[in-house]
């Protein structure tokens, strides 16, 4: 089945820096990967979400790229602020397979 | 609309105790499914349904039950709580189409002493 790796697993940053979080999947026939805002005590929340056709994806200062042939795709987000500190987990799937599975999640701590 | 209701919020149970995680959502969706969350882990997926009356095996399906009577409901059974049950547990939901995103509910953290 798929295996998701996610690097790494604590981040700090200044506010204002930029910030990386990078994913690895196992199966090549994944096609879906959206990645998972937690804040400290709620639900995970859908951020941004890239599918295998497209190789980068925008949404303000959040950005995801992907890379098929190395399997692997990273979330960046720009001009970090406090508010954007919250554990971030990455995830694949494979279209027609309701099974999403997830990487094992980077706590990110933006100082002001 | 309430979107993904899970009851309880809270809960400790002894070993070998059950007991049932509620979940329901009215959005309509096709597919519920139930992750584990625990430090270090990430989520980890239970079971899922696609369907009134269908339902499969995630990763972890070992000491939980689920069935699938109504669309709206997918509850989450321990049938002998074990310690290494303990944990926060969230339910989710989506439309049935391909690569829709998940709707999570706000979980329910148990404790198995």
């Known amino acids: 089945g798929e295996n998701v790796e996610q690097h790494p697993s604590t981040l700090s940053v200044q506010e204002g820096d930029s910030a990386v979080i990078k994913c690895t999947y196992s199966d090549s026939a994944s096609n879906y990967f959206p990645w998972y805002k937690q804040e400290l005590g709620k639900r995970p929340q859908l951020i941004i979400d890239?599918?295998?056709?497209?190789g980068e994806k925008k949404d303000q200062r959040i950005a995801v790229t992907l890379n098929k042939t190395a399997k692997h795709f990273s979330l960046h987000i720009t001009e970090t602020q406090p508010e954007d500190s919250a554990v971030y987990f990455c995830?694949?799937?494979?279209?027609?397979?309701?099974?999403?599975?997830f990487g094992t999640g980077t706590r990110l701590l933006v100082s002001p | 609309n309430a979107g993904v209701t899970q009851t309880p919020k809270f809960q400790v149970l002894k070993t070998g105790q059950s007991m049932t995680l509620q979940c329901a959502q009215d959005?309509?969706?096709?597919?519920m499914s139930w992750y584990r969350q625990d430090p270090g882990m990430g989520l980890r997926l239970i079971h899922y349904s696609v369907g009134a009356g269908i339902t499969d095996q995630g990763e972890v399906p070992n000491g939980y039950n689920v069935s699938r009577s109504t669309t709206e409901d997918f509850p989450l059974r321990l049938l002998s709580a074990a310690p290494s049950q303990t944990s926060v547990y969230f339910c989710?939901?989506?439309?049935?189409?391909?690569?829709?995103?998940?709707?999570f509910g706000n979980g329910t953290r148990l404790t198995v002493t």
């Open positions: 989710a939901s989506k439309t049935g189409g391909a690569n829709s995103p998940l709707h």
């Open positions: 995830a694949a799937s494979i279209t027609g397979f309701q099974k999403l599975v």
């Open positions: 959005m309509n969706h096709e597919y």
């Open positions: 890239i599918r295998s056709n497209v």
